[in-house]
């Protein structure tokens, strides 16, 4: 099993920064993916950030240009940085890891997720 523990989330005015990381921990083999998804109330859960093990990375239209997604592989921590935020951008934010074994023939993959923490971005 892998644990995933977010940190940095809280309350922000508009226009201000925010940063926040997740530390995997746990039976951890080769991780594929690392990111952070977000869930406003009575929307469905959406993908704000994710990068690969090859540091391939992909944004979500709504946060694009003013966020960062980066990684410490030899931490297991992926870490979110968005600057200029808005009220929209006020979520619970999950920390998401995708990971395979490669002793499985099959290659199956895995997906864990953190607990969630709320972001709530103010007027």
């Known amino acids: 099993q892998v644990q995933l523990v977010e940190s940095g989330g809280g309350l922000v005015q508009a226009g201000e920064s925010l940063s926040l990381s997740c530390a995997a921990s746990?039976?951890?083999?080769?991780?594929?993916?690392m990111g952070w998804y977000r869930q406003a109330p009575g929307k469905q859960r959406e993908l704000v950030a994710r990068?690969?093990?090859?540091?391939?990375?992909t944004y979500a239209d709504s946060v694009k240009g003013r966020t960062t997604i980066s990684r410490d592989n030899a931490k297991n921590t992926v870490y979110l940085q968005m600057s200029s935020l808005k009220p929209e951008d006020t979520a619970v934010y999950y920390c998401?890891?995708?990971?395979?074994?490669?002793?499985?023939?099959?290659?199956?993959?895995?997906?864990?997720w953190g607990q969630g923490t709320q972001v709530t971005v103010s007027l």
């Open positions: 998401y890891l995708l990971e395979h074994n490669d002793d499985d023939p099959a290659g199956e993959e895995y997906d864990y």
């Open positions: 746990g039976s951890i083999f080769s991780i594929d993916a």
């Open positions: 990068i690969t093990s090859g540091g391939v990375t």
